[in-house]
């Protein structure tokens, strides 16, 4: 028998539905929200805002996308958490709206997990176990894999997240918010010529507040000497940073490796679309033997089909859940 999952997708700024049947993507639609350029950052209300204008149209284009009717929908698959609160309350209600108008199942998706489990919307899939580091704007996590439904957190952030880093680093030079790509872009014209600290923290678990410190500290006093070193420096600046964070990212994940035994290694989140850090993993995964897996850009980003793929295995499993479930801000792997 044929299952078709419909994966909603509202946990931040980015409106997403996608279809998925027998495991493969069908459709995968997404509306961005341009108005949070103009704050620097995303702004919750107007984000929450935005999904209820968008959430209708993303859907249903989904739906035609994917060629069939909403009456072959099986299940509904949803972002319950972690994520901004006001987005994920549209989502959600949409959500259970559409499986009680159809009479079907729902099944939440913890977005976290739904981002590892981005590697199983295309080929080539990775054979469990398999090492994940998951980065983004508010999570970074290196999470061992042992099955669709079977992960574990084994090292984390301790304050901010490797995306908050760029983030944060773009608004001290002055850039565009999302700043990351930005940086990225910059970077590959300049050289990383300027070094800055990798925080000492044992274990497999990450700190970037200390580095977006140094990184202040060392604008503020080379601005003092001349007012106009960002503008001079720009693209090397870039390029020191963002090889210090991916660095940082790529010690922990190979200590990861060295301690599990594990050489099946992949990477998720927005910031894995980072072009140093795809290349990065893929260098280091030839030099210590891994088999690296890197998604395709647009399983990268906030995306419904990751959603769907995660509703999918638990479909498998017959893991629903009610219309008294609710969004959550907080929610751990």
């Keep these: 028998m044929s299952i078709t999952i419909l994966g ?12 998925l049947r027998d495991g ?18 995303v ?34 698959a949803f972002t319950r958490g972690p994520g901004l609160i006001g987005s994920l309350i549209v989502g959600v209600s949409f959500a259970k709206a559409y499986a009680l108008s159809l009479g079907i199942p729902l099944i939440e998706a913890n977005h976290m997990q739904a981002h590892v489990l981005a590697h199983f919307a295309e080929d080539p ?21 042992r099955d669709y439904l079977d992960m574990e957190v084994i090292g984390q952030t301790l304050d901010d997240a490797a995306g908050e880093a760029f983030d944060k680093t773009g608004k001290l030079l002055g850039l565009d918010y999302p700043a990351g790509p930005i940086i990225d872009r910059l970077a590959q014209q300049g050289q990383p010529v300027f070094d800055f600290p990798e925080p000492q923290i044992p274990g497999l678990n990450f700190s970037f507040s200390g580095l977006k410190t140094s990184i202040l500290y060392f604008l503020q006093r080379h601005k003092k000497e001349d007012p106009d070193f960002i503008r001079k420096n720009m693209a090397d600046i870039c390029a ?10 790529l010690n922990k994940l190979s200590r990861a490796a060295g301690e599990t035994g594990i050489r099946e290694v992949a990477i998720a989140g927005g910031v894995s679309a ?26 990268c980003t906030d995306n419904a089909a990751m959603i769907a793929v995660t509703g999918y295995y638990k479909y498998l499993k017959g893991e629903f859940t009610g219309q008294e479930v609710a969004p959550v801000a907080r929610w751990k792997v």
């Design 8 to 19: 909603i997708e509202s946990s931040c700024d980015d409106t997403s539905a996608a279809v």
């Design 24 to 41: 493969k993507v069908l459709s995968n639609c997404t509306a961005n929200q341009e108005a949070h350029r103009l704050y620097g950052g």
């Design 43 to 76: 702004v919750p209300e107007v984000a929450s805002r935005a999904h209820q204008i968008n959430i209708i149209p993303v859907v249903d284009l989904a739906i035609r996308q994917a060629g069939i009717k909403k009456e072959e929908v099986d299940a509904v």
């Design 125 to 145: 899939k990775p054979p469990f176990p398999f090492l994940c580091l998951t980065v983004s704007g508010g999570h970074t996590q290196i999470v061992l894999a």
């Design 240 to 249: 020191s940073v963002q090889a210090r964070i991916v660095r940082i990212l």
């Design 274 to 299: 980072n072009s140093e850090l795809r290349a990065a993993l893929e260098k280091t995964g030839r030099e210590n033997g891994w088999n690296t897996y890197i998604p395709k850009f647009e399983y």
